[in-house]
C-alpha cells in the first residue's frame, strides 16, 4: 500500500502543471471574461476504488534452486530444477471482508488515478492498479517434469501443499498499468448526467508478494517486481452530479512474471505466464 500512495502522488504532482494555464497576453480574439492572471482549466483529474473478479489460463510454472540450502523442515540440502505444466489457478476475492472498513484492501481492490485532458474528457491518461489474487489449486493432477535433489522425474502428479508445493500470489498478483483513454459519449441527457464508453489500452509492471510451500516448508516472501503485463481495458463510464463516477469494465491482459521468488533464501527462483480476464466495479470522483 505503501508503494501505491508513493506513486499516485507524483502522478498528481506532474500533471498538475498541465491542469491549467495563465492568460499573459493580448490577441486579437479576447479570451471570453479572462482577465491578466486568471487561470483557465483544461481538464480533470479523477479517483476511482472498487473490486474486481479475475479468471486465469492455465500456466506452466518452473522452478529453480541450486543453491544447496539446508532445510530442517525437509533434513534435506534442496537442489531443483523442474517444471508443472497446465497448472490452474483460480482468484481469491475475499468480498466478506468489505464490510469491516479496516480491511478493505483484504479483498481484490483495485484504484485508478486518471487525467483528461480538456472538458469533452475525450482522451487522458490513467495509473491502474489491480490488487488480483492468483492461487494455484491445491490437489490437482499436473505434469511435472525435471529433477528435485538429484532426482529425475518425469510423471503425473497431485499438488499435494504439505509434501509437493502450494504457490499464490495472494499479498496481491499487483497489476500495475499505465494507459492511454479514449472515451465516447452515448448517453447525455443532462449536464449531471452521462454514460459513456471507455478504451484503456496500456502496459506496466508486476509487482507480487508470493507466497510458497515447498517439500513441507514455507515462505511469504517480499514485495518484489517480477515481470510485465500489457492489456486492454474497456466498458461504462457513468458520470452523475457534480463530481461522481462509476465505472463498470471488463479487462483482458497477459502478465510475465519472469522472475518470481520463492524458496533458497534469495537463490530460489519461479517463471510463468498467463492470461487473465477481470470484471471490475469502481466508483470515485472527479475534479
Do not use: C
Not at 530444477?81 to 482468484?91: G, H, K, L
Not at 486518471?114 to 469533452?120: A, I, M, V
Not at 471488463?250 to 505466464?273: E, F, I, M, Q, R
Amino acid at each position: 500500500m505503501k508503494s501505491f500512495f508513493i506513486i499516485i502522488l507524483s502522478f498528481f504532482s506532474l500533471l498538475a502543471f498541465s491542469q491549467t494555464e495563465t492568460v499573459t497576453t493580448n490577441t486579437d480574439t479576447p479570451a471570453p471574461k479572462l482577465t491578466f492572471g486568471q487561470k483557465l482549466k483544461k481538464g480533470d483529474f479523477y479517483f476511482l476504488w472498487g473490486y474486481t473478479r479475475a479468471w486465469y489460463s492455465k500456466s506452466d510454472i518452473h522452478f529453480e534452486d541450486r543453491s544447496n540450502t539446508y532445510y530442517p523442515a525437509t533434513g534435506k540440502y534442496h537442489n531443483y530444477d523442474f517444471t508443472i505444466y497446465d497448472a490452474e489457478a483460480s482468484d481469491r476475492p475475499d468480498f466478506n471482508e468489505i464490510k469491516d472498513v479496516v480491511n478493505i484492501t483484504i479483498p481484490q481492490f483495485v484504484a485508478r488515478v486518471g487525467y483528461y485532458f480538456n472538458n469533452k474528457k475525450d482522451f487522458g491518461v490513467e495509473i491502474n492498479y489491480d490488487h488480483t489474487k492468483y492461487v494455484v489449486n491445491d490437489y490437482q493432477k499436473v505434469r511435472i517434469k525435471g529433477t528435485i535433489n538429484g532426482t529425475y522425474v518425469d510423471q503425473d502428479t497431485i499438488l499435494d501443499p504439505k509434501t509437493l508445493l502450494h504457490f499464490e500470489h495472494t499479498d496481491g498478483a499487483n497489476f500495475w498499468m499505465f494507459n492511454f483513454i479514449k472515451r465516447w459519449n452515448l448517453y447525455k441527457p443532462s449536464k449531471l448526467f452521462n454514460v459513456g464508453y471507455v478504451v484503456k489500452p496500456g502496459a506496466g509492471f508486476v509487482y507480487p508478494r508470493t507466497d510458497v510451500t515447498m517439500f513441507g516448508t514455507r515462505l511469504n516472501n517480499k514485495w518484489h517486481m517480477a515481470g510485465w503485463i500489457v492489456g486492454l481495458e474497456t466498458g461504462f463510464r457513468v458520470e452523475f452530479l457534480k463530481y461522481g463516477v462509476f465505472e463498470f469494465v471488463a479487462k483482458g491482459s497477459y502478465a510475465d512474471y519472469t522472475n518470481v521468488l520463492v524458496l533458497g533464501k534469495g537463490n530460489g527462483k519461479a517463471n510463468h505466464h498467463f492470461y487473465t480476464g477481470q470484471l471490475t466495479a469502481t466508483i470515485g470522483a472527479s475534479f
